[in-house]
């Protein structure tokens, strides 16, 4: 609605030709409130948090972002912090191998903090440029989640303080304004930096998150548009609300 009404505005102020002449109105609008939040900068040495609901594309995401900055020539490590989900440091092996690049892990069931500590310290020994932190997704009990996140966050910011910690969530394009809640949600508990859109090469347009950035102030970093790990980009205003119309 706030669009809705800004784009009357212009619209009574301007001389309205035609619809192309609204569409481009509207468009620029758009990216106006798509640009609204700073561009997050990563970088070195740092830790990303990758948070997020299951199913929305986690692990797929992590092993994506540890291939863009392996293409970066950064040394880059991930860490299986998501210790409950059956098989998930398996899943995150096979992503870390495609991308070519170390991975931490405990066994199934392990305190994901002494796990993100053991990845922690490796990292200093090694001089890691990246480190790409799994978490679980439990929302279902998210109370104990939230307090797990706060723990890790908390781990993080006390072993490795000199590094820049930025925490991720990835949000998937058909979801809806469900997002919101989500976002809600982990932005509470960690204070979030970044968004990752995954899923964009469906029918998804995820229109939503131009809500998201208005209401949050939180970038959109990177979008997934495709299953193959060379399958992620950062994200374009222009561009994602040209594919909108």
């Given at each position: 609605m706030d669009i809705v009404d800004e784009?009357?505005?212009?619209?009574?102020e301007g001389s309205v030709k035609d619809k192309n002449f609204?569409?481009?109105?509207?468009?620029?609008?758009?990216?106006?409130k798509a640009e609204n939040a700073d561009d997050l900068q990563i970088d070195s040495p740092a830790v990303i948090?990758?948070?997020?609901?299951?199913?929305?594309?986690?692990?797929?995401?992590?092993?994506?972002?540890?291939?863009?900055?392996?293409?970066?020539?950064?040394s880059v490590t991930v860490v299986a912090g998501d210790t409950f989900r059956?098989?998930?440091?398996?899943?995150?092996?096979?992503w870390a191998d495609r991308a070519n690049v170390r991975i931490i892990k405990h066994a199934e069931g392990?305190?994901?903090?002494?796990?993100?500590?053991d990845a922690i310290m490796s990292a200093k020994a090694k001089n890691t440029d990246v480190l790409i932190v799994d978490t679980a997704g439990r929302?279902?009990?998210?109370?104990?989640?939230?307090?797990?996140?706060?723990?890790t966050a908390r781990v993080v910011s006390?072993?490795?303080?000199?590094?820049?910690?930025?925490?991720?969530?990835?949000?998937?394009?058909?979801?809806?304004?469900?997002?919101?809640?989500?976002?809600?949600f982990?932005?509470?508990?960690?204070?979030?930096?970044?968004?990752?859109?995954?899923?964009?090469?469906?029918?998804?347009?995820?229109?939503?998150?131009?809500?998201?950035?208005?209401?949050y102030g939180i970038p959109v970093s990177f979008v997934g548009v495709g299953e193959k790990i060379d399958d992620l980009e950062e994200f374009n205003a222009k561009e994602f609300v040209s594919s909108i119309f």
């Open positions: 784009l009357r505005e212009e619209m009574i609204v569409v481009e109105k509207l468009k620029s609008i758009l990216i106006s948090m990758v948070v997020g609901v299951n199913g929305v594309g986690k692990t797929t995401t992590i092993g994506k972002l540890a291939k863009y900055f392996s293409n970066q020539n950064k059956a098989a998930a440091s398996e899943q995150l092996s096979v392990a305190d994901p903090s002494a796990v993100v500590y929302l279902h009990v998210k109370a104990n989640l939230m307090e797990e996140l706060k723990k006390r072993e490795f303080p000199t590094a820049n910690f930025y925490k991720l969530i990835v949000l998937d394009a058909t979801t809806g304004q469900n997002a919101m809640q989500q976002v809600e982990f932005d509470d508990a960690i204070t979030l930096d970044g968004i990752v859109l995954t899923k964009l090469d469906g029918t998804a347009k995820g229109g939503f998150v131009i809500s998201l950035i208005d209401e």
